[in-house]
């Protein structure tokens, strides 16, 4: 059976020894076994493992929620072009009046009445209340609190 060498004689320990003593950890330094070395070391590697194991899932994760977020602006691109193009189409007034006649079965009026009136048109074209907010009155003046009376007072306050 193999004994667990001792550090306390070893060139390495000799080497720390004179700056383990000076911050006094001498002792301490007398008592770690390799055993404890070496499971500190490997509770180290492994724990830097599994940091980059997570690191790596959240940068996975992160790419495909980036790959899903691109196609849908993808989607909703193709879909604001079709929309433009039916803006388009309807802006045509012959479209417009073939799609009446024929889609919706529109017909041309018989008679057509004119009627006249009397004021003449307003200036600015009037919107309705629900779209005009109206302006809240000025706040009344506030009284000066005392202290800004007496900085006013004060050359340079003014």
Partial sequence: ?????????SPRTRALAPAADALGLG???????????LALVLLAVGALGLFQVLQSSR???AGYGIRGLESERTRLQSEIRLLEAGVA??????????EAVERLGMVEPEQSVHVSVGVPAPGAVPLPRRYVREADPPPPAAEPA??????????GFE
């Fill in 59 to 61: 940068l996975a994760e």
């Fill in 146 to 155: 005392w202290w800004e009376s007496l900085l006013r007072r004060l050359p």
């Fill in 27 to 37: 002792h301490l330094l007398r008592r770690v076994s390799s055993f404890l070395v």
């Fill in 1 to 9: 059976m193999a004994s667990i060498p001792n550090l306390a004689g």
């Fill in 89 to 98: 189409g309807s802006s045509n007034l012959e479209h417009v009046h073939t």
